[in-house]
């Protein structure tokens, strides 16, 4: 049974969609970390929900921190953050609590948990908890950034929509993402998808898209040889964000339709460092990191909660059943999501560095 993350610096999760909070625990943080209730608020507002491309559930979203800081700063010991569920409603779900949702947990969450799960809106297993992993996830962003170390993520594509790659140097397109609620390179292509989010929204129907993200500022020599490369570090994390269904990292799969002499990344020297000339590799080579960018993308399925009369079955009398289901529900996740990719590629970086350097280095 695993709800937590990470090895050097963990996070565990806990709550469920419609109780009475959602929380996180993280352990391993240096002591004397800066706990910035500005940052920590912003980045939570890049996954709140707002406007007609996202669900209807409004959450305050006040992190209360109830241990490990003192005086604004981390004590070094376990931090604990608690977010109230203040729109909770369960009567929605009430009607169809062993009807099972197409692509959503409930089946799987009854198989394992034998009915003692609380099922409405996901339980355990809601994109809610998203909320409180961001928000523990965002001291540990801070500490990165005071060490030039920058995350950015833009939606890659929405559907059919693709937005402009970033640059080969992406560091002015993270600089311009990181305030941003939709992230989108080129303005008209995200008018072209918020328009399109509305429009499957209006429909009862759903999107899914790819989210494109960058790390710069590594050092070469991040990450563990074999099983805890940093590329099975990042999947491992990005696998367990809700909704989530591909990563690919570098040139990804299109790298196979191309030529071993395109592939490659050759080696050069720029300001008397080692750097590649092109990065097909992702910034990662042997699972450690080469110096490069970092570059990953993730896929978004479509949300699974649609207005459509869905085929499905009742898994307590094990008949079939129709179900059409109610509720507030994000017409996309997509943009949502790249908090929450944002934030555990943040966890993952410093969890790495901290292998390596040991738990202090996060302070400076
Ligand atoms: C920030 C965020 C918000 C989400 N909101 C919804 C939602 O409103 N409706 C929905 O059907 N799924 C939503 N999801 C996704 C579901 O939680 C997820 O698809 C479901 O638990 C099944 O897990 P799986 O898709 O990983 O198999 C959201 C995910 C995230 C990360």
Not at 272 to 295: A, E
Not at 301 to 309: D, G, L, N, V
Request: aromatic content about 6%; overall charge negative; some cysteine.
């Amino acid at each position: 049974m695993s709800s937590t993350f990470g090895k050097a610096i963990k996070v565990t999760l806990f709550g469920e969609s419609h109780g009475e909070c959602v929380g996180a625990c993280i352990e391993g943080l240096a002591p004397g970390l800066k706990v910035d209730m500005d940052y920590m608020k912003a980045e939570l507002a890049k996954r709140s929900a707002r406007g007609s491309i996202s669900t209807q559930r409004r959450e305050a979203d006040e992190p209360q921190i109830v241990s490990g800081i003192l005086n604004g700063y981390t004590e070094g010991t376990p931090l604990t953050i608690l977010i109230k569920n203040s729109s909770a409603d369960r009567s929605a779900y009430a009607a169809m609590d062993h009807i099972a949702r197409p692509s959503h947990a409930d089946f799987t969450a009854q198989a394992k948990y034998l009915g003692f799960q609380d099922a409405a809106g996901g339980g355990h297993f809601s994109g809610r908890l998203t909320a409180p992993l961001v928000a523990v996830c965002s001291i540990v962003r801070r500490a990165l950034e005071e060490k030039d170390i920058f995350i950015g993520t833009h939606i890659n594509r929405l559907h059919d929509i693709s937005d402009r790659a970033f640059a080969k140097d992406p560091a002015a397109d993270i600089k311009a993402l990181s305030a941003e609620y939709f992230p989108v390179l080129d303005p008209e292509a995200a008018q072209r998808m918020k328009s399109a989010i509305e429009k499957a929204g209006a429909a009862g129907d759903s999107l899914g898209g790819v989210l494109e993200t960058a790390v710069t500022g590594l050092d070469a020599g991040i990450g563990e040889p074999w099983f805890d490369s940093v590329e099975s570090e990042l999947a491992h994390a990005l696998f367990s964000i809700p909704a989530v269904k591909g990563v690919e990292f570098g040139a990804g799969f299109a790298i196979t339709e191309l030529l071993g002499s395109q592939a490659n990344d050759p080696f050069g020297i720029k300001d008397g460092r080692i750097v590649t000339l092109t990065n097909n590799s992702g910034g990662i080579n042997g699972g450690i990191t080469n110096g490069m960018p970092v570059v990953f993308r993730t896929a978004v399925k479509p949300t699974a909660s649609i207005a459509a009369k869905q085929q499905t079955v009742d898994f307590i009398k094990g008949e079939t059943a129709e179900i059409q289901i109610a509720g507030r529900h994000d017409p996309a996740i997509v943009h949502r999501a790249r908090a929450v990719v944002d934030s555990l590629t943040a966890l993952v970086i410093a969890d790495l560095y901290a292998r390596r350097y040991g738990y202090m280095w996060l302070r400076g």
